[in-house]
């Protein structure tokens, strides 16, 4: 079973809204990190947001982490065509081993 | 290289065959994973190595998939006599892998997709 889940599991939107894709996990973490996957692609590491942080920032993309509800979220503001992709939490553990949730597929309309 | 490579990117084999998934990474990555991404889901933990050493297996789904590394840089998943339900992308990832492994990124290939008829 996956460690995290990722809500909701597709998202359409137009070109520059912004989209908030949820990820809820089961046990305790050191911390979460955001992958992104385009089609037939491999998954490209976003951002990474430890258990003491409240909330990240890295460009376009914000990153909340509630460990009180385990959840968290990523927002990416003003999306674009090519933002177009599946996004994925991932939770390591023991020695860097990550469990992937099954991802939320986010489309991007110009 | 630039980036973790993997080969073939497809492989359609007949059910029963033996095949052979390999991966290049990143040079100097210690660690380097195997995970199993079936369509539409997300990828599913296989095998860890830690240079050659495999320190983790438990996600191997049973005897007939069987992983080396043998001299700590390019890595070879193998499945013997294939069965369909192991149809999916094969994916690679590679960290640098010193020190604390939690917070450190994993750079992933492009996958090897794998069909079994």
């Known amino acids: 079973s996956q460690q995290g889940e990722e809500d909701p599991q597709a998202l359409s939107i137009q070109e520059g809204e912004n989209a908030t894709m949820n990820c809820s996990y089961k046990?305790?973490?050191?911390?979460l990190q955001w992958y992104r996957q385009n089609s037939g692609r491999g998954l490209v590491h976003l951002i990474l947001?430890?258990?003491?942080?409240r909330e990240k920032h890295s460009g376009r993309l914000r990153v909340t982490l509630d460990t009180s509800k385990k959840s968290s979220s990523l927002l990416i503001t003003a999306s674009r065509a090519a933002d177009t992709a599946s996004y994925f939490c991932?939770?390591?553990?023991?020695?860097?081993?990550?469990?992937f949730g099954d991802g939320t597929t986010l489309t991007v309309k110009p | 290289g630039a980036g973790v490579s993997q080969s073939p990117r497809y492989k359609v084999a007949k059910r029963g065959q033996d095949v052979a998934l390999r991966c290049d990474p990143i040079?100097?990555?210690?660690?380097l994973f195997w995970y199993q991404q079936a369509l539409g889901q997300g990828p599913e933990f296989l095998t860890y190595?830690?240079?050659?050493?495999?320190?983790?297996k438990s996600g191997l789904p049973s005897d007939r998939f069987f992983a080396e590394r043998p001299e700590g840089s390019v890595s070879t998943l193998k499945i013997q006599r294939t069965q369909q339900e192991d149809s999916a992308v094969y994916l690679c990832?590679?960290?640098?892998?010193?020190?604390?492994?939690?917070?450190?990124?994993?750079?992933f290939g492009d996958g090897t997709r794998l069909s079994i008829l």
């Open positions: 991932a939770t390591p553990s023991w020695a860097g081993k990550s469990t």
């Open positions: 190595f830690q240079n050659e050493a495999q320190l983790d």
């Open positions: 040079s100097g990555h210690v660690s």
């Open positions: 046990t305790s973490i050191n911390n």
């Open positions: 947001i430890r258990s003491n942080e």
């Open positions: 990832a590679s960290s640098l892998g010193t020190g604390t492994t939690l917070d450190q990124p994993q750079h």
